[in-house]
């Protein structure tokens, strides 16, 4: 996914609830968010300053209305994921970092800029200079140095590795259990598919996969 992705944003969004649900009866369910990044080291010098680190190295597609740069993109995939690895350490819970997604999302839509991410940390009680330092922690080199071709970014390593490895041609996309999901991206749609993929299915899954009794289900 990228956090410039308005379907992507959406179906996070809806899907919380249903992962809260499987977590809620502790079922063997692991979630974790990956971001999509290119190259484009020849790509004209404009495109390359507004829309890329490492100097086209790490690059974002700015979307069509030019709301928000491929950088602000970047940084904002840089934060989710920063939260979304603080989150889960800290709290053990996710329940946080969809929680910071709804805002964002629910603010700025598909363009979540610095100012927009700020505002969605205060408002639920998120360190904010933690995140960021996040963020500059991932770059090799101090943020003046982004733009160079020697720099790295620990976190856009891996995520191109598992994009590579696991990813497709379009996204949003999703993988579950080593698979890519051919389905539409919609929650119960997806609900369906990872149900499935239990040998023993939780309470959560018998109704979507047709194997509750009348009895077993609440009036």
């Not at 598909?110 to 200079?129: I, P, T, Y």
């Amino acid at each position: 996914m990228t956090s410039g992705s308005d379907r992507a944003l959406d179906f996070l969004e809806d899907w919380s609830e249903y992962y809260s649900e499987l977590v809620f009866e502790e079922a063997n369910i692991k979630f974790t968010p990956h971001y999509v990044y290119w190259q484009c080291d020849k790509c004209e010098s404009s495109f390359v300053d507004n829309d890329c680190y490492g100097n086209g190295k790490y690059c974002a597609m700015e979307p069509s209305d030019h709301k928000i740069t491929g950088r602000q993109i970047i940084d904002e995939d840089l934060r989710q994921k920063c939260l979304y690895t603080n989150i889960k350490e800290v709290e053990g819970s996710l329940e946080k970092w969809f929680q910071y997604i709804e805002r964002v999302h629910s603010e700025c839509y598909g363009s979540v800029n610095e100012d927009c991410s700020f505002n969605a940390h205060k408002h639920l009680g998120l360190d904010f200079d933690d995140t960021q330092q996040c963020v500059r922690d991932s770059f090799s080199q101090p943020e003046n140095k982004w733009s160079a071709s020697s720099v790295r970014n620990s976190f856009i390593e891996e995520e191109l590795k598992h994009w590579q490895k696991w990813g497709s041609n379009v996204y949003p996309a999703l993988v579950i259990n080593k698979k890519l999901y051919r389905g539409q991206i919609e929650p119960v749609s997806v609900l369906n598919a990872v149900c499935a993929a239990f040998k023993e299915p939780p309470m959560a899954c018998l109704a979507t996969l047709g194997l509750a009794k009348p009895t077993d289900l609440t009036p």
